[in-house]
């Protein structure tokens, strides 16, 4: 698929993903399962992961804490086995700065504008420069929501957003939160270092993950066909490491009946390390489905197959 033209790219293997949306609330469970991937011939099994929750505020701090956003984003990425994020305090500090920024502002967006109340940066990479961290590989994710950590959580269920929060190759994140006048910002800001060690590839939902069965489809840019009816189901992802390009040839997603659900291909309009596709129609509460993707990845078919349940 053609990228669009509006990606802003900033190496060869990474593009700066600058999204906004204000919609969606997502809560986890992870059980483990075996999933297997099967390149040529070979039917390696992988190892099933250890269970894993985003967890609430610890007793003592705030939903908006950005320390506790952190962890939140943290459980998620556990909970897929995608590597553990550190902390930064430039980081955390640009994050917050342009919340404060954004909330002051009464808008929702990723640029800010010389002499507005509270700039700090035109884009996120000067953002990052004013803290001192510079020449950074880097995206941000905002939201408007009632608490730092509802939002975090609910960045993840949007596809795009997703991409960049799940990515095996996300080293560091700094997150942020501001209210103003009766508006709430969550800002994320999220480094990448392309030559970091990464699992070959993660998946959202994870193996054997517990998911909310709906998703109300709402994501800037749209990943739906216009038309679409909405609610939707949860959306899945996978995202593959060392910038492979990854071409989809087959999905499919089947109940443990072995029905098929109709869904929709998410499409590619940033890098093409990643694939995902949207059920058409909320799943079934309580239910296991299973995920089977026939990919080209680098230039070598891979097939992965794995299953998740729907909460009950």
């Known amino acids: 698929m053609r990228r669009s033209a509006s990606a802003l790219a900033i190496l060869p293997f990474a593009l700066v993903f600058v999204l906004a949306a204000a919609l969606g609330i997502a809560g986890f469970y992870a059980t483990p399962r075996a999933a297997t ?19 609430s505020a610890s007793p003592g701090t705030t939903r908006s ?55 700090s940066g035109t884009s996120v990479r000067d953002r990052l420069a004013a803290q001192g961290y510079a020449d950074a590989t880097a995206s941000e994710v905002t939201i408007a929501f009632t608490s730092g950590i509802d939002g975090v959580q609910s960045l993840w269920l949007l596809p795009y957003h997703r991409l960049g929060l799940m990515h095996p190759h996300a080293i560091i ?34 193996i054997g993950q517990r ?21 939707v189901g949860y959306p899945v992802m996978l995202v593959a490491s060392g910038a492979k390009p990854v071409e989809l040839r087959l999905a499919r997603l089947t109940d443990g009946a072995g029905r098929e659900i109709a869904h929709w291909v998410v499409p590619q309009i940033y890098e093409r390390d990643y694939v995902g596709i949207v059920p058409a129609q909320p799943l079934a509460r309580g239910t296991r489905y299973g995920v089977r993707l026939e990919l080209s990845i680098a230039g070598a078919d891979i097939v992965e197959e794995w299953d998740f349940t729907t909460e009950p």
């Open 37 to 55: 991937s099967v390149a040529s011939s070979a039917l390696p099994t992988v190892t099933p992961r250890a269970s894993a929750r985003p967890p």
């Open 65 to 119: 804490d950005a320390e506790e956003m952190l962890r939140v984003h943290n459980g998620l990425r556990l909970a897929i086995g995608a590597p553990v994020l550190r902390g930064d305090p430039r980081v955390t500090a640009a994050a917050q700065r342009h919340a404060e920024y954004l909330a002051q502002n009464g808008t929702l967006g990723h640029d800010e504008s010389p002499g507005a109340e509270g700039f």
């Open 173 to 206: 994140a700094g997150w942020g939160y501001a209210e103003f006048g009766g508006r709430s910002t969550t800002v994320g800001v999220i480094v990448y270092d392309f030559a970091s060690s990464a699992p070959d590839i993660v998946r959202s939902p994870g």
């Open 211 to 231: 998911v909310q069965g709906s998703w109300q489809g709402d994501e800037s840019p749209d990943v739906l066909p216009a038309g679409a009816t909405r609610p």
